[in-house]
């Protein structure tokens, strides 16, 4: 499988506070990949490594094909990227930052940027300095999009904006890919809005890559199930158990499980365990209880 | 791309630059005021005497008027991008010396604009008064002086600016510990081994920055307007 973006035994280390750990990570070629992880988890020092800005002190790291940061301007001139912070001038008004940004890029669409801009409701005449945090995630997107990218980097792009601005700016990116099949590597705290639109998610935590699967696997595998008589070390199952919590009744518990397939179901009469119950976990859900168990002191681990 | 940078850089400097378009205008004037329109009694080397001391108050002004102009112009250019850690700057499709290098060149235009009315003000001085016998003005020589005063102000800033912050307290911690290093080989170590006794390293590399050819000898060269 062809990786928009790869990165190999990555490690960053930021003075003695903060480090990213043996990062592997494959980003699908077509994919919209959803970057889960809570704040500080290192999904932002993982997106600006993948676009150049900070040196990896080890590993190595290809988007669309090309060494990063070796071959930065070139792989730059396809990626559109959308930061954290915007970035765009405040001095400026929406059609001369449209203009100092088109400026760079080779393959910029005038036209479309006009079409974009009437669409997500631009004043073009608006000062960048007096537009509110949607107006700047519209426009912020607007210059993404209009570059023509292969590949878009977008870090937390709908955080701060109103739900209305949201599903406007997801909108155009969505229309964007459907019509050019380019990759998407988008950060995000709203998991939901992930859960609608990424077919891929890598989940981080505290510098560490804890799991990286297609979205329907990371939704499917991830079960609530509640059992009796639960022995308090069971027999080599099939699945991880990421979580137990003790329920009322001798014996019964409440597991959170990884890896789950329907036919598993079997290993509970062997073992000499009651399956009562499979629930589904939506993926807040499953991040929550995937993190919880990714850390330090798991309940426990099988 | 260099046009829209060029705007860029003009729509964010503009309003702080007018006040010093007004201040390289007027400097020469002020600095010619007092001197009349006419030779006094004195005799014309009493004469050209009263007219070069007269004015030679007002020389340390130029090079910081120019400075001043340098340094405000590399500040209003980098400091959006200082403040969002260049990473508008990171993301576009060419190099960074490329970007850097842009964007000095559309400072070094902008700069164009006070030594400009410095060069008007300078002419518009000197025609205002009647030079003493012995005594020529040189308005000309010095609003290039004056140019490129703020060039060198303005690229130094600029270099700083353009790096991290870590890069250019680098450069800084490299200036203290060569001024410590420096003063200590002077100090102790010459005369320990007894060669150059009388050399001061610090003095040496200080003296050879500020007096031709060196990159700041512009501000402490000859900034006369007036001379023999």
Same mark, same amino acid.
């Not at chain 1, 080599?236 to 158990?241: G, L, V």
């Given at each position: 499988m062809n990786s928009a973006i790869e990165m190999t035994d990555v490690a960053w280390r930021a003075g003695g506070s903060f480090e990213v750990k043996d990062l592997s990570l494959r980003v699908p070629t077509g994919s919209i990949y959803g970057f889960l992880g809570p704040n500080g988890s290192g999904k932002t020092t993982t997106i600006r490594m993948s676009m150049g800005m900070l040196k990896p002190d080890r590993g190595t790291i290809r988007v669309l094909g090309r060494d990063v940061p070796r071959d930065m301007p070139k792989v730059l001139a396809r990626v559109g990227y959308v930061p954290e912070r915007p970035h765009v001038y405040p001095a400026l008004t929406v059609r001369e930052q449209v203009r100092f940004h088109a400026s760079f890029f080779r393959l910029w669409d005038a036209g479309w940027a006009d079409e974009l801009s009437e669409r997500l409701g631009l004043? =073009? %005449?608006?000062r960048i300095s007096r537009m509110s945090k949607g107006e700047t995630g519209k426009l912020l997107m607007l210059l993404a999009l209009s570059q023509r990218p292969d590949l878009l980097v977008l870090d937390e792009p709908t955080d701060g904006l109103d739900p209305v601005v949201r599903r406007d700016v997801l909108t155009a990116l969505l229309d964007y890919v459907s019509e050019t099949n380019a990759t998407v590597f988008i950060s995000s705290h709203l998991v939901h809005e992930l859960e609608r639109i990424c077919d891929w998610v890598g989940v981080m935590d505290d510098g560490r890559l804890v799991v990286e699967l297609p979205m329907q696997a990371f939704k499917n595998g991830i079960k609530r199930i509640k059992v009796a008589d639960a022995p308090a070390v069971p027999e %080599? =199952? =099939?699945?991880?158990?990421l979580s137990r919590e003790r329920l009322n009744g001798a014996g019964s518990e409440t597991w959170i499980v990884r890896g789950w397939q329907d036919p598993m179901r079997h290993y509970f009469d062997g073992a000499g365990i009651g399956l009562r119950d499979v629930v589904d976990l939506d993926l807040e859900e499953g991040f929550v209880e995937l993190l919880r168990s990714s850390r330090p002191t798991p309940p426990y681990r099988s | 791309m260099y046009q829209p940078m060029l705007f860029l850089h003009w729509k964010q400097i503009r309003f702080a630059l007018l006040p010093f378009i007004f201040a390289a205008y007027g400097l020469p004037l002020l600095a010619v005021q007092g001197l009349g329109s006419s030779p006094g009694m004195e005799g014309p080397a009493l004469e050209a005497y009263r007219v070069v001391s007269t004015y030679q108050v007002w020389l340390p002004f130029f090079p910081l008027l120019a400075a001043a102009i340098g340094v405000t112009l590399a500040l209003s250019a980098w400091n959006w991008d200082h403040q969002l850690g260049h990473v508008y700057a990171l993301s576009l499709p060419i190099s960074r010396w490329r970007y850097a290098a842009v964007k000095m060149g559309a400072g070094a235009v902008l700069a164009l604009l006070p030594a400009s009315a410095f060069w008007i003000g300078a002419h518009v001085a000197v025609a205002s008064i009647s030079l003493p016998v012995g005594l020529h003005a040189y308005p000309d020589q010095l609003a290039i002086r004056f140019f490129a005063a703020i060039l060198v102000s303005y690229a130094l800033l600029s270099a700083m600016a353009a790096g991290t912050v870590k890069t250019t307290l680098w450069v800084l911690a490299g200036g203290v510990v060569f001024v410590i290093f420096g003063s200590f080989l002077s100090q102790f170590v010459f005369p320990y081994f007894g060669i150059l006794r009388h050399t001061d390293v610090v003095q040496w590399v200080f003296h050879a920055l500020v007096s031709? /050819?060196? /990159?700041?000898q512009v501000f402490t060269g000859n900034w006369t307007l007036i001379d023999v």
């Open positions: 004043d =073009p %005449e608006r %080599e =199952p =099939p699945f991880t158990i | 031709a /050819p060196g /990159p700041f």
